[in-house]
DNA sequence: CATGAATGAGCATTCATTCAT
DNA sequence: TATGAATGAATGCTCATTCAT
């Protein structure tokens, strides 16, 4: 079931949503680039929904592995915290198609069909409890969770669209710069 | 010709691709929605991409309208800042389905339609002025205004955007809270 | 009725066919040709089909006059003959897209729509009782009228048709020469 | 994937432009009389114009065949002649519709889509030789051999058309004094 | 598992025609 | 007479999905 062709599927759909959209990412389009028959998609997915749904799981699924790699568990919050934010910044520079799927898909109705919050429900409660652990420590604003969480990631977001777009140029500094602005959008 | 046939059929698509996506907007679906036959549509817009262009355009017109009422010119940069944060924040709020629009349309490739920048040239010119001012007051970090621009909305942005998907509820407080948080990522 | 715009029309009409055919002419095609606007076609014409007949008959008309001007109505048979198959070829290559109208009007099924005669009744008449005295006078073979004219007519046409096609040079040599061929066709 | 699906789409074009024409031959007519469905024409055909295009090539193919048969290679040029001149009138006097979508095809703007001879390129040259042999031989007048083609052909398709119209019913003796007629128009 | 021809509903768009001005 | 916005049926074509092989 986890066979190449499906990951071949998956790896196609990233790449045509990111420079197509989601209209004009037709089944067959993707089975092309995939190298496979238009048919075999429905051996692997139920349909276009689930496929576009389980490519968006993959890459939340990635972007968490590589976020969470060398994660300085026993580090202070905010040495864990520009863990994270560089880890998110350079994976998405590292694979903007991934970033170009994901940030489409979450902004679309397909968002719906993803749990309310944008993450795995167990990373999700680990990241909010992250949160609720600074602010106890008053190092970050009081304010809901899912609201630091917000204001943490829209500086990281909006320049990663802004380099995918071709707008702006990240180099190492203006990625340290990035992760001190999001860090001060929450901190006190 | 800016008649109102011409009107509803950008009111339609706002709706419509708010809660439907791109895919999911068929042409008869806005028509339908707009009161006017199918054919119409080509009476007023060339094409269905035409048809997304000038609707966001026209949105993007209604914020900048929204935004600039009571600005403060001779206020300061901070004051300035507070206005158009929080315009942007409340115009949002109070038209969510044009978020919604303008959020998609930005993440999808039609965003390479409109100018690089987001903003009506004028209007980028203007903004990007303003961030220039600031740094030179030495308000702002020592940064190119591009990425200043993209610091700055990245907060408002996400927070809007999870109200929109009803992650967050947004009082004044919290908008004020925002606008705070913004401020930081990108003073010095 | 007869006004300069129904003219316009007229002529709009046998450029685009001639140029594009009947599929790919539309009404607004011929309007925006003719300069005047879509609806008012239909002040001068019943219907598309009407605008295509009358457009022919006019056509037939011209071909007509021209043919018969200086028509040696006291000449011998062969006089005659030549001058009209002269006529023919000398008016189609002066007005290559009118034959190119004419040639797919009675290719198409549009020709049932004119008498089953290629010739306004009056004319035809004439043109086959030439033919009826030129078999009388065993100048031409014995035949019906209706199949000598389909045998003259043959190599005018097709010598035409490769010229307007541009597979053909016609100059006057040629053009005599045609007009021989077509003789020697129906003549004893 | 030369189905029999792909020819009974071919053969639904004959009948159908034969019958209505370009305009009026409508994709989903063509399925139908095909017994496929709409989109099944895709499968074989890229676009109408495609479809057309195939079609038509197909019938110069068939006639090529039938034209071809038994082809006295070794009789005179004469002998030859007659059999070519026959064999054309025969074939599509045996399938008018045939007759009836290629003389539109040729007669319309598609004519630009096949080589700018009629003739598929080697049968083409085949005929200019034959052409050019008669020439040598002086049995043709001093003409190009293209032209000395639409002499020929002239009086062939002019009564194969006056027979598919209806304006004249050929029996053998009536093919044969127009094979003579087509002869007459181009020997010396 | 994999295929790819076949499907038919659906799509964006066109177009002949109408009609209020 | 002339206009051109409006119409809605029809058009060529696409596409997610199915299924016999």
Redesign the pocket.
């Known amino acids: 079931?986890n066979?190449a062709?499906r990951a071949a599927l998956i790896e196609s759909s990233v790449q045509i949503v990111a420079n197509r959209g989601f209209h004009g990412?037709?089944?067959?389009l993707i089975a092309g680039l995939a190298g496979?028959?238009?048919?075999?998609?429905?051996?692997?997915f139920e349909?276009?929904d689930h496929l576009m749904l389980e490519t968006y799981r993959e890459l939340e699924r990635r972007c968490l592995v590589a976020v969470m790699k060398e994660y300085p568990a026993q580090g202070s919050i905010r040495q864990c915290f520009s863990h994270l934010a560089q880890g998110v910044i350079r994976h998405f520079l590292l694979f903007p198609e991934e970033f170009l799927f994901a940030d489409q898909f979450l902004c679309s109705p397909y968002r719906k069909a993803v749990s309310p919050h944008y993450l795995p429900d167990a990373e999700l409660s680990r990241i909010l409890q992250f949160f609720r652990e600074g602010t106890e420590k008053q190092l970050f604003k009081e304010m809901p969770p899912a609201m630091l969480l917000a204001l943490a990631c829209g500086p990281l977001i909006q320049v990663v669209r802004a380099n995918a777009a071709g707008f702006l140029y990240l180099d190492d500094d203006r990625i340290s710069r990035t992760v001190e602005a999001s860090w001060e959008a929450v901190s006190v």
Do not use: D, L
Not at 25 to 28: E, L, V
Not at 36 to 44: K, M, N, Q, S
């Open positions: 079931m066979t062709k990412a037709s089944m067959s496979v028959a238009g048919g075999t998609i429905y051996v692997h349909s276009k």
